[in-house]
């Protein structure tokens, strides 16, 4: 079966801009997480959902939102981009509800903010 | 807070020697813990998790809780072990902390 898809792979946006990245989660799969991963500060957490409800929410400023339809597919908002919003945004999904179970993770959007 | 601490961010050992890569945390209460890695122009991909207490690829891994540890071993080290290895701790929030990670590099 297919894997975690993530769309675009790449991006180059202008500071102040927003941008909307898209991931399909492996199907039946009902948790949806978003990770940035740079190498300065490594993976952080962003945010994560469970049938179209946001249950986490990593410490990252109000200008990073995200949405679960009910088909399970995420997207995550960066709005008024900064340069150091540059980075490898990650999506990973899971079957359970739980964490036990680990995520798989998709390739990621490289975003460049320039 | 939750965190999880790799103290090496490079390893090298020769092809055949034992490896143990390294994983500390600090989570008051009963931490679910993992092992990810991640090989080169690869996706980050699941190794290990400590509730299922198996071996993959012949690393295992054991969680010491008097330690508050999760280091992850490998009696003989094989080339294509060669990669970033990330520790990761969930809460019960299903929230996931990762470590910044160990790059291991494996000389033949």
């Known amino acids: 079966k297919a894997g975690v898809t993530q769309t675009p792979r790449y991006l180059i946006k202008t500071r102040g801009q927003q941008v909307t990245l898209s991931c399909s989660p492996i199907?039946?799969?009902?948790?949806v997480s978003w990770y940035q991963q740079t190498p300065g500060q490594g993976l952080q957490f962003l945010f994560e959902?469970?049938?179209?409800?946001?249950?986490n929410k990593g410490n990252f400023p109000g200008r990073f939102s995200g949405r679960q339809f009910s088909n399970s597919r995420s997207e995550m908002n960066v709005s008024t981009l900064e340069l150091g919003d540059s980075a490898l945004y990650l999506c990973?999904?899971?079957?359970?509800?739980?964490?036990?179970?680990?995520?798989?993770f998709g390739s990621g959007t490289r975003l460049t903010v320039v | 807070a939750q965190r999880v601490t790799q103290p090496e961010k490079l390893l090298s050992v020769f092809k055949g020697a034992p490896v143990e890569l390294k994983c500390n945390y600090s989570?008051?209460?009963?931490?679910?813990l993992f092992w990810y890695v991640q090989y080169s122009r690869q996706r980050l991909q699941l190794l290990l998790r400590?509730?299922s207490r198996e071996s993959i690829k012949g690393f295992t891994a054991d969680l010491n809780k008097g330690e508050t540890s999760f280091h992850l071993k490998k009696p003989f080290a094989q080339e294509e072990d060669s990669a970033m290895y990330y520790c990761?701790?969930?809460?019960?929030?299903?929230?996931?902390?990762f470590g910044t990670g160990t790059s291991l590099t494996v000389i033949p």
């Open positions: 990973a999904s899971s079957l359970r509800q739980d964490s036990n179970y680990g995520y798989t």
């Open positions: 199907s039946g799969h009902r948790s």
């Open positions: 959902y469970f049938s179209e409800t946001q249950r």
């Open positions: 989570y008051s209460g009963s931490p679910e």
């Open positions: 400590h509730i």
């Open positions: 990761a701790l969930s809460d019960t929030g299903n929230q996931f902390y």
